[in-house]
């Protein structure tokens, strides 16, 4: 009933404001909608400047189960999950659980915000259109923003025209900046992709790149990243029985 509700207040909210393009403004409900109802197959390598692999996982992703088994590592650097390994990510599903609860208790998680939870779409505007697509240049909110200064980044968001969904984010550092005294970004960029894996649905994330260069210290740091989901299978979130909508655009993120 509460998700009801809250599905409820989102399009009366849409409604009122106005000012939000109607092809975005639907794109933003169906992701909504989908928030955690989608189990699937990650798979994550992280390479450095000169292309050595940091990192590379493998691990299923499953919102369906109790939070301490929602997520089941496969592959990490190559090799099975050890008992320790495999203890780390019941901890991350039960600390994922913790956040669900807090935002039923509080109305906030009081985690990092996501690009998705910073976009102020109500002041995107038509950057880009063709027959088959609409590509919106959306500024970013400057309230509780610490990760992405609205002068500095810059967010492309594409929407299909026949599916009314999202294609691909993406964000990209206009300049070098400071986050802190000891780091400067000099460049970075990152884009998240969506494809229909049913066509009962509409398009869902399915891939996510990044690259960036900082100093820290002086002393130059690069990094590459790709993620590729796969092997979807619809199912309902073990979260509903909190009853709570986790935010909208939460899930866009890079």
């Known amino acids: 009933m509460r998700r009801l509700l809250c599905s409820i207040l989102l399009t009366q ?10 092809l975005l403004d639907e794109a933003v409900q169906k992701v909504s909608h989908d928030t955690d109802r989608w189990a699937y197959t990650q ?6 400047a000169k292309g050595k692999t940091l990192n590379a996982t493998v691990v299923r992703f499953d919102p369906s189960k109790p939070f301490p088994e929602q997520y089941t590592p496969i592959l ?8 320790a390994e495999l203890k780390e990510y019941r901890t991350k599903g039960e600390k994922r659980g913790r956040r669900v609860e807090k935002l039923e208790r509080e109305g906030t998680d009081r985690v990092r915000k996501t690009v998705g939870e910073l976009m102020d779409i109500e002041h995107a505007t038509v950057a880009e259109e063709d027959a088959r697509s609409v590509t919106y240049d959306v500024p970013l909110k400057k309230e509780d923003n610490t990760r992405f200064p ?3 980044f810059r967010v ?3 929407v299909g025209k026949d599916s009314h969904a999202f294609e691909r984010v993406e964000a990209k550092l206009r300049e070098p900046m400071r ?11 990152g884009s998240l992709d969506f ?5 009962k649905f509409a398009p869902t994330a399915v891939a996510a790149r990044g690259t960036g260069s900082l100093s820290v210290l002086m ?5 590459d990243y790709e993620v590729k989901r796969e092997d979807f299978k619809r199912v309902k979130p073990y979260g509903d029985k909190f009853g709570v909508q986790i935010g909208t655009l939460k899930t866009i993120d890079f």
């Open 13 to 22: 909210t849409a409604l009122l404001r106005g000012a939000v393009p109607p």
């Open 43 to 48: 798979a994550l390598v992280e390479k450095d």
């Open 76 to 83: 990490l650097d190559g090799k099975p999950p050890t008992a």
């Open 150 to 152: 609205p002068d500095k």
């Open 156 to 158: 492309l968001v594409r």
């Open 179 to 189: 986050t802190k005294l000891i780091v400067k970004i000099k460049s970075g960029e």
């Open 195 to 199: 494809s229909q894996v049913d066509p």
């Open 219 to 223: 002393v130059p740091v690069g990094r």
